[in-house]
């Protein structure tokens, strides 16, 4: 594997050739237990192109580096690598706002980028051409966790979300989706970014007394918020908690907590070994590399950069950017869950979400939860027009915007 | 909106328990100030390595009450280390340069303990016995909240008797205003000043360990924290321990009761509650400077 860490001094493997892609992660903050995910996913795939004979003939090098989780880091990390290195393809972030802002840079610099998670840079008037996501949409995942707890969990429910543009995302399509299926919406408590204390809204939280309780919020939040729940006695009672996108190490990290109440939407758990042959091979891969079964966040990091160095060896240039993203639309791909593609239109790709359950105390070994059901992407995907015009979701008025 | 009386009063308990974990930072913080003129800028990063004190033991040890004892003593020897050799050399000069030097040792302690311990969350089990909460008529609160509020009572009952009654608190409080004259008297005030030092970080230590078991231990989450101690200190005026007991109540319900009536504003709220009570009070509730 020939891997450059930016900025910290770790080379590992010989770097003679040039960097050909960098890959931003944010390994430190609130969002680091999944950005080293994607990371591993990251490594994984390149050691296989180049276990493969690289791209192009030549042993593949890509810079992976910290993006601190922000922005203007980020931004200047990989405005380094293209200036500095003529890289002309750049991957990674690990949050919506982070990675839309990312994606207008590129815009503007006409790089490609390769978004590892969710985020909205497919929608709207962030869709510029150059930006195409291995991870989903936000309001993705918020649909496929609503359509399921409203058939199967109840109809009453409130929300903590996270108060910036995924969490947004996730937010409106609950509401559309609640409106729809009759689900009766009990009100939203904003959450700051990095937030780790949510004691003061379990009071409300237990006078509302909703059905379900949806946690939308990411990374250590995430985990605090369901430790802080169970701390108060109140995750083995009645109330379900869904997790629009949920985490593997967050299921692991909170342990009896995360009772048989919770369900999380996930794009990728291992357990799809057992229906996808190819997602064997990717888990015994992931585990003999890293020890560990893969996440969603492993997947994202996985597919993203496998895409973007087989559009390399496809389209026949590292550099060329309209020859790779003439390459990258469109691209088919059978890596881990059964065949799919970054759709030409707008750049996503089409992949299923899986909801776990959680197992609580059950849980042993690799075993932290039970796929309940997997949502194909055809029902949680609006149409290539829709999504240009950015509705129905990015219609939604929001509570207290 | 009309808010039920149970709920009113679910909040000022949850708010109680923020505060008490406030409190416990805020003294520390002002004993420090107080006793030494240091701004310490590393409060949060001694609140970081008490929460890590505890991951260590607890998962050595597999005892709770031991991971909080260790978070107070190594976390106390740790400052005690710290001002030994690197801020006592600053006695005398530019107030600035301790500031800077803690500010510095804060940056430094963060970056090791990444390297050490990775920047993924760890998570310090709380004993089955704290899991659940006490329930009456609506009103309920979560067993480990009521720990951490009679925890703190007890550290300020301890504190109270320690400066009031004990020779070594009258002594630290007569070091605070007249440091040459205790000097004069033979005492070895250099040491006062370390214990002094040791004793404030050992409270931010014990205060993360105790939030450890809520939260996770993570390298960078004395960054948030330090700030907001500052804010409870400036609030109950610098150098004041009733005034870091009266700032942490305060910020505590600040916090809870925003987060219940506009919840995006609980990030804002604290620093708009300093700014009003100094427009009013300029040194804070009961700022003079040298006092304990």
């Given at each position: 594997m020939v891997t450059v860490f930016l900025f910290t001094g770790l080379v590992s493997g010989v770097a003679s050739a040039k960097p050909i892609a960098a890959l931003l992660f944010p390994l430190s903050g609130p969002f680091s237990a999944m950005g080293t995910d994607m990371r591993k996913g990251s490594e994984l795939a390149l050691e296989e192109i180049n276990a493969q004979g690289g791209v192009l003939g030549q042993k593949a090098e890509v810079v992976m580096g910290d993006d601190e989780f922000q922005a203007p880091v980020a931004i200047r990390k990989y405005k380094e690598m293209v200036d500095g290195q003529g890289i002309k393809a750049i991957g990674g972030t690990l949050s919506g706002g982070i990675s839309v802002a990312v994606n207008e840079w590129a815009c503007k610099n006409k790089v490609l980028y390769m978004s590892f998670c969710h985020t909205s840079i497919p929608l709207g008037k962030e869709q510029c051409g150059y930006g195409f996501v291995s991870g989903m949409i936000p309001y993705q995942t918020g649909v496929a966790t609503a359509k399921y707890a409203f058939q199967n969990l109840g109809k009453s429910w409130m929300i903590v979300t996270q108060d910036y543009r995924f969490g947004h995302d996730e937010l409106s399509a609950w509401l559309t989706i609640s409106e729809k299926m009759g689900g009766k919406f009990l009100g939203n408590i904003y959450s700051p970014l990095g937030q780790v204390d949510y004691s003061a809204h379990i009071p409300k939280i237990v006078a509302t007394n909703p059905e379900i309780l949806v946690i939308n919020v990411y990374g250590q939040s995430m985990d605090a918020i369901i430790k802080q729940l169970g701390e108060a006695g109140?995750?083995?009672?009645k109330m379900k908690f869904v997790i629009p996108k949920s985490h593997l190490f967050t299921i692991k990290t909170s342990g009896a907590f995360y009772t048989e109440n919770f369900y999380g939407g996930h794009?990728?758990?291992?357990?799809?070994q057992d229906k996808f042959p190819k997602a064997k091979k990717f888990v015994e891969a992931y585990m003999k590399k890293h020890g560990e079964p893969p996440s969603q966040d492993s997947d994202g990091g996985y597919v993203g950069t496998r895409a973007l160095l087989e559009a390399m060896n496809v389209a026949k240039t590292t550099t060329d950017v309209d020859k790779l993203i003439k390459t990258l639309k469109g691209f088919k791909m059978d890596y881990n869950k059964g065949p799919e593609e970054f759709r030409a239109c707008d750049h996503i790709r089409t992949t299923s979400v899986v909801i776990v359950r959680g197992i609580g105390a059950k849980a042993s070994g690799m075993n932290y939860g039970q796929v309940v059901a997997e949502i194909p992407w055809q029902d949680t995907l609006e149409s290539c027009e829709n999504n240009k015009n950015d509705v129905p979701y990015g219609k939604v008025k929001l509570p207290g915007k | 909106m009309e808010i039920p009386a149970t709920l009113i009063i679910n909040q000022i308990l949850f708010g109680l328990a923020l505060g008490a974990v406030y409190i416990l930072m805020a003294c520390g913080l002002t004993i420090i100030f107080g006793l030494l003129d240091v701004v310490n800028f590393a409060h949060g990063t001694f609140y970081m390595l008490g929460a890590f004190a505890a991951f260590v033991t607890v998962s050595l040890f597999g005892n709770f009450w031991i991971g909080l004892a260790s978070a107070i003593f190594l976390v106390g020897l740790i400052g005690w280390v710290t001002e030994t050799f690197l801020i006592k050399p600053l006695y005398g000069k530019d107030p600035l340069y301790p500031l800077m030097l803690t500010f510095g040792f804060s940056l430094a302690a963060t970056d090791l303990m990444r390297g050490i311990f990775g920047t993924v969350g760890r998570i310090v089990p709380l004993p089955q016995y704290f899991i659940g909460s006490l329930m009456w008529e609506g009103i309920f609160i979560p067993k480990f909240r009521i720990f951490i509020i009679f925890l703190t009572l007890g550290v300020l009952i301890f504190l109270w008797y320690f400066f009031k009654k004990t020779n070594l608190g009258m002594i630290i409080r007569a070091a605070t205003r007249d440091s040459l004259m205790v000097r004069t008297l033979g005492i070895d005030v250099p040491r006062i000043w370390t214990f002094g030092f040791a004793l404030g970080v050992g409270l931010a230590g014990l205060a993360g360990a105790v939030n450890s078991t809520i939260q996770s231990a993570l390298p960078d989450m004395g960054v948030e924290i330090t700030i907001e101690c500052f804010v409870v200190v400036v609030i109950g005026g610098l150098g004041s321990l009733g005034g870091a007991i009266l700032g942490g109540l305060i910020i505590g319900q600040v916090i809870s009761f925003v987060s219940l009536l506009a919840s995006d504003w609980s990030n804002v709220a604290i620093f708009i509650t300093m700014l009003l009570i100094l427009l009013v009070r300029t040194r804070g509730l009961f700022g003079e400077a040298g006092r304990l």
């Open positions: 109140l995750t083995d009672k794009t990728f758990y291992w357990t799809l | -």
